[in-house]
């Protein structure tokens, strides 16, 4: 079973940066595609990026040309970087790990001053 921890969180200003981390345990990291998701107040979650074991990503509308998702699986970890931070990206944001169902982090807070 695979488990993960996020880290980097933390309370940054409109137009600063941050870059989250996902550890992974597990021995098969690196064929697993991997994801990032939110979740805002009063709003459902939603994913933010996501990225292949072959590296292929994908990101939601909203942070494109702001945010990159990038893996190591020397190291099982994922990251996050966000750039140009704007107030509405504050949320709760989890790691996801695709198996036969998404297995999911505890979750690392992000909160953007205005």
């Known amino acids: 079973q695979v488990q993960l921890v996020e880290s980097g969180g933390g309370l940054v200003q409109a137009g600063g940066s941050l870059r989250l981390s996902c550890a992974a345990s597990?021995?098969?990291?690196?064929?697993?595609?991997m994801a990032w998701f939110r979740r805002a107040p009063g709003k459902q979650r939603e994913l933010v990026a996501g990225?292949?074991?072959?590296?292929?990503?994908n990101y939601a509308d909203s942070v494109k040309g702001r945010f990159t998702i990038s893996r190591d699986n020397a190291k099982n970890t994922v990251y996050l970087q966000m750039n140009s931070l704007k107030p509405e990206d504050t949320a709760v944001y989890y790691c996801a790990a695709a198996t036969t169902q998404w297995v999911w982090g505890q979750g690392t807070q992000v909160t953007v001053s205005s």
């Open positions: 990225i292949t074991s072959g590296g292929l990503t």
């Open positions: 597990g021995r098969t990291f690196s064929n697993k595609t």
